[in-house]
């Protein structure tokens, strides 16, 4: 069983849409995690840290559940600009902080 | 701020051959990171410096693959001999201290294809 798991879709929906992607990770010790976006192509980047009291950033919320190990990220009113591919991110602290990534979530935002 | 600058972008090699990628972190940043990215997967983490200092090379294939950073900034990359399952991209990251709040921040990666 993976560390970090993610449906890897695709997620194809309209512009304008709400679209939610859920993310499970096994190892309770984790400490932080993240979502970062990876465009076809291109280099993964930090969208945003996920707290378990939520965190919101424009039309983007992500949500942490410690006690099921469940991470969630929700994108309102969808752009063509969003579709990417979501990376679901662990950290867990072995001889040091290591980033354990998902497989990822592809989105297509059609028009 | 300049980015993370790696090269070369492209390579394609025969199996059994050898080859070898370079990575620049951002200026002061201490942590520095290899990673592996094989098609539909995460980022896997090969090794990670601190300084010029080996922290973490647990996933490291340590019988074909190597890296150093000497000096602490630049960092190279190599396989030898090269297997058809090392076709990826390759990515480095460089954070500023490598601690768990850090970013880290990825350059565009080598895509490495093997014959």
């Known amino acids: 069983r993976k560390e970090v798991e993610q449906d890897p879709g695709p997620f194809n929906v309209p512009e304008g849409a709400t679209v939610a992607f859920n993310c499970t990770y096994s190892?309770?010790?984790?400490?932080?995690f993240f979502w970062y976006r990876q465009d076809c192509r291109k280099e993964p980047k930090l969208l945003m840290s996920v707290y378990s009291s939520g965190n919101e950033d424009g039309r983007f919320t992500a949500q942490l559940n410690r006690a099921s190990q469940y991470i969630s990220l929700l994108i309102r009113d969808s752009k063509l600009s969003d579709s990417a591919t979501y990376l679901c991110?662990?950290?867990?602290?072995?001889?040091?902080?290591?980033?354990?990534f998902g497989s990822g979530t592809r989105l297509l935002v059609r028009p | 701020e300049a980015g993370v600058a790696q090269s070369p972008r492209y390579k394609i090699i025969e199996k059994r051959q050898s080859v070898a990628f370079w990575c620049n972190p951002i200026s002061g940043h201490a942590t520095l990171y290899w990673y592996q990215q094989i098609l539909g997967q995460g980022p896997k983490l090969l090794i990670q410096?601190?300084?010029?200092?080996?922290?973490?090379d647990s996933q490291l294939p340590k019988d074909r693959f190597s890296a150093e950073r000497l000096k602490g900034v630049d960092s190279t990359l190599k396989i030898q001999p090269a297997k058809l399952e090392d076709s990826a991209v390759y990515l480095c990251?460089?954070?500023?201290?490598?601690?768990?709040?850090?970013?880290?921040?990825f350059g565009p990666g080598t895509r490495l294809t093997v014959l």
């Open positions: 991110v662990v950290i867990r602290m072995d001889s040091s902080y290591k980033l354990i």
């Open positions: 990251a460089s954070s500023f201290r490598g601690a768990g709040g850090d970013t880290q921040y």
């Open positions: 410096f601190q300084n010029n200092g080996v922290v973490d």
């Open positions: 190892n309770s010790a984790s400490q932080s």
